[in-house]
Every structure is written in structure tokens, then in C-alpha cells.
């Protein structure tokens, strides 16, 4: 389906989480126009030191940072103009959660401190406990940088690290496809595709050692009401990147998930609706694989009916379609979905990873009518996961595409809601949060095409009408002409009280066009400043997306 809930939370472009993402441009320390290199990082003058490490003069150190990243007063302890970043991956496994201090020399962080129109530029240097240490950093809010990511933040203490699904001494192989020996019995008699409101029946495989989810493929015809496959002309496509090596001495497994066809009632017009949902499952065995691309992984077992679960649901879908001239005052109702997604070890920490769907509900684009209906959906895995709703809506503009050539692009914006299925549908399915106000670049409004006047613009809007933000996400997505499509070139993160953020340089390239969106981000228990990813992965979350037009920098 997408990159996963890479869509549900990003608006379906290419992901950037500090780590950089991998349709950027390579980085370069080079200072542009309206950057000023600051290098109080390698040769610091004072007379205090705060472990070990030279601090600004009358600074004294006040006590330890707390590493444990689970309390809200991590910057206790460290010194004014002293800023400690570093990036501490959680892996969350059925035994508990480890975690793994990453090297941050090979892409290390920068400070951009911004100085009314212009930034100055820190580089830092490694510090000696771990992570990236910065000094000379004043008060108040800087730009923290990490390849393609921005942190707009004034913490002194940051950790950039995430949280992963699986055990930690997983390895992963440079291979995302493997041919398949399928020998799959006592299925549900399957269904085959009739159409986008009926997508009959499919297989999953994903796992809960090591962080695997995988569509599969099968090129042989499957007679309706079959209930067994066997065959090795199928292959399994990773949908989060490189294939993890199966190690059977680690106890790893996989699950093998069908998911049937079920009936949601008709359309206004008549159209059958159809969703799709587990109906059954096998766990194989620990079991030894090495994916190369070439050798086939064997997937055997018998299947089971999965434990069901039914249960009402009533999504009032016009209300969110009325939003659609707040994300862009031309922009039409985009297609809604409704999802059950697992969370793996339970729901404390948030949704962890990505296994799946246990249902996916998917409407005509457009659609506007209060749905309800009762759905239901297996589950196959350990009563002590969770389970997430996700409902998400889009929203499309579709203007001249900034290159003259006459084609027609496609800008969209999102709502996207996730929490706990008893509380999301607790009640009506409704937006509980509006999308940014009064969008600008350089004080004109952000729906309008042109021509700015600098590669180093504003940015501004006024905060939603509906709901309280804890934090805003704006994506800027480089047009490129060749394909004919924006992708994701720079993200910025900030907290909820922002509701301005200057471009630094370098960001924007001369003579290129681009798309800015800015989404407010409705999620109580995230702690964007100073542990920002690892967070943003608590319940419950919402956001909502605003667009610009098409915009060409000089």
C-alpha cells in the first residue's frame, strides 16, 4: 500500500526523519548567502568545564544530564550555551525494549543559530560520553540540523533517535524483493480483484523478531473458492526497505496473513463497498533465511481462522470534506480510509513499527455522506498488542505544473488520526483538529503561483480554528520536471507555540520550483524538543495539512 504510515503521517511523499532522506541532495557544510560560520565548538574559551568538555565563560555546570530520555526535564543539569545532541535507537522486542547509542560522526549535526535575516553556522564536535557536543549556543531558539531535517528547538538536550521494531542485533540485507516457494493450505476460499471497491483477497507476511512487512505477489491465476497455493512463481516485496536475515537460533518467525474480502453495505449510488480484513493466519516456525534476490524463501503452513472481532462504526464524512478550501482554496475532497494497523507489544510507547493492516476501508475519491456500518477483522497476534484505528482523508489541488509544459500537477494535503480503536470510535468518526490558517510566504498568501523574491523566505500562518497543536511539520517538495512530480527535499519540525519559520540558506536551490505544506500536529504526549521521533510515535496523534501552490525561487 503506501510506505506504510508513512502516508498516514506524511502526505505519501518520500520520508525524512533526521537521518536524511534518500532523495536529497548530498550535504555540504559550504556557507551560503546569509550564513555565517560560528566556530566556538573545536577552540571554546572560558574558564568552566562541564564533563571535561570547555563551556562560555561564568558558565558552571549544575548537575547530569538524565540519559534515561523518559523524563520531560532532560536539559536539568546542563549549562547555559551548551546544547548535547545525540540519537539513541529503542528497539521494542516481546522481552522489552533495548536500546543502542548511534554514531552520529558519519552525518553529524549542525546548529543554525538565526540572527534576524541570517544563521550562524555551528559545526560541534563528538563528545567523548557520546554524541555531538555544541558550545557558544545562546539562548533561545536554534535550528538543529541532521541531513534533510531541521529541528526548530531551544532544548539543550536532544535526542534525535527513534524507535525500531525487533530485536537489535538484526541484520538487514542491501535487498528488498525475494522470490517465493508458496505451499499455503486450508485458506479461506479466495477472492480474486474486482475493482477498487472490491479488492478480494491477498497475503501479508511480517513478524515480531525482526522488523519485516511484506505484500506479496502471486503470478499464477488462483481459481475463485481455491483454497491452497502452491507455487514458486510469486515473489514478496518489502514495503520498509532491506529484508531482514532469519536466524533460527534467535527464534525468528514470520507470520503469513490472508486478508478476505468482506462487504461494508452499497454507495449512495448503488456500488457495492467491500474492505478487506484477516480472516486467517499461520506463525511459521524459527526458521533460517538469507535473502540474496535470488533463492526462493520458503513460506509453508497450514492456515488458521483468526480470533474475530466485530464492531459499529459511524464516520461523518462530510465533515471532513468541508475542509477542503482550508488546506488550499482550490482544493477538492480526496479519498478517505479507515484502517486497523497492530501495535506491536502493546500500546504504551505508541505505534511501534509497521506490521500491516488487519482491515483497510477504502471510498471513492470525493466521497461525502455519513457511512455506517458494522465491520469486523481478525487478529492473529498476542493478546497483549494493541490495536490502532487510523482514519485518514485527503485532499487534492490540481494546477498548471510550473515548467510550461501545459500538464496538469496534483498537490495534496491530508487529515490523518490515529489512536486506540476503542477510543477512536468511542463516538462519530469527525476531524478533531482544522488545518493552519492563513498560510504566507513572504507575506503573500501561499496559494498563489510565482516567483518569490529569495531563496531564503518566511514562512507564516495562524494556528488552526479546531483543535490545540503540540507541534507543526512543514515539508518543502522539490518539483522536478523530468518526472513530472514533487518529492520531499526538506522538513522542519517545531513546536506548537511557532507559528513562523525563516528558510535557512541552502535549503531552497536558485531557479527551482517548489511546494511548501504545513501540517499542525495534535498530539498531547509528544516532547518535540527534546526527544522529537521517539514521540511523535505516542497516542494518540492527528494532523492536518495545509498547501501551497507551485513557487520558483530567482
Known sequence: MKSPRLSFLLGATCVAWLVGCGSGSPESNGLGA???????????????????????????????????????????????????????SRFHTSVGIAEREEDLSANPPEILVPTGSTFELHLGSPHREGGWLFTGIRQGQYYL???????????????????????????????????????LLNLAPWQNWEGSLQQGSS??????????????????????????????NA??????????????????????????EFSAGFLPDGRPLGYTAVERSVQVGAFDFMPDGFTPMPVTGLLQPARMREFPIEWRLPDFAHYASQVHPNAQPGIPRFDLVPGPH??????????????????????????T??????????????????????????????????????????????????????????????PPRAFTIDGVPASVPRRVGTVSPVLAWSPPSVGTPSAYRVSIQRFDPDFGFAFTWRVLYMPGSVTQVRLPPETLEPGTSYIATVSAIDSPNVDIENFPFRTLDRLPYRSFTATSSYFTTP
Request: hydrophobic fraction near 35%.
Open 373 to 434: 456500518a458494522r465491520l469486523r477483522f481478525g487478529n492473529p497476534y498476542p493478546s497483549n498488542w494493541g490495536v490502532i484505528g487510523v482514519v485518514s482523508y485527503s485532499f487534492r489541488n490540481q494546477e498548471p505544473m510550473p515548467d510550461g509544459s501545459g500538464r496538469v500537477g496534483s498537490i495534496t494535503g491530508n487529515y490523518t488520526e490515529w489512536d486506540a480503536v476503542d477510543n477512536l470510535i468511542a463516538g462519530p468518526l469527525v476531524p478533531k483538529l482544522s
Open 235 to 260: 515473489v514478496m516485496d518489502s514495503v520498509l526497505g532491506n529484508l531482514p536475515v532469519f536466524e533460527a537460533d534467535k527464534g525468528d518467525r514470520l507470520y503469513v496473513n490472508q486478508l478476505s
Open 203 to 232: 497475503l501479508q507476511l511480517t513478524s515480531s523478531q525482526v522488523d519485516l512487512f511484506s505484500t506479496t505477489s502471486i503470478f499464477d491465476f488462483i481459481p475463485d473458492g481455491a483454497t491452497s497455493i502452491v507455487t514458486s
Open 346 to 371: 502493546g500500546l504504551q510507547e505508541g505505534w511501534i513499527g509497521y506490521t500491516g493492516e488487519l482491515l483497510t476501508l477504502s471510498l471513492p475519491r470525493g466521497t461525502a455522506y455519513d457511512l
Open 145 to 183: 540540523r541532521r541531513g534533510s531535517t531541521f529541528l526548530v528547538t531551544s532544548a539543550r538536550y536532544v535526542d534525535v533517535g527513534g524507535n525500531r521494531l525487533g530485536r537489535p542485533d538484526a541484520q538487514y540485507v542491501d535487498v528488498a524483493s525475494s522470490p517465493l516457494q508458496v505451499n
Open 34 to 88: 546569509g550564513l555565517s560560520s560560528v566556530d566556538t565548538d573545536t577552540d571554546s574559551t572560558g574558564d568552566g568545564t562541564w564533563m571535561g568538555e570547555p563551556i562560555a565563560e561564568g558558565c558552571e555546570p549544575d548537575g547530569g544530564v538524565p540519559t534515561d530520555g523518559g523524563v520531560p526535564s532532560a536539559d536539568a543539569g546542563v549549562p547555559s550555551g551548551v546544547v548535547w545532541v545525540k540519537s539513541t
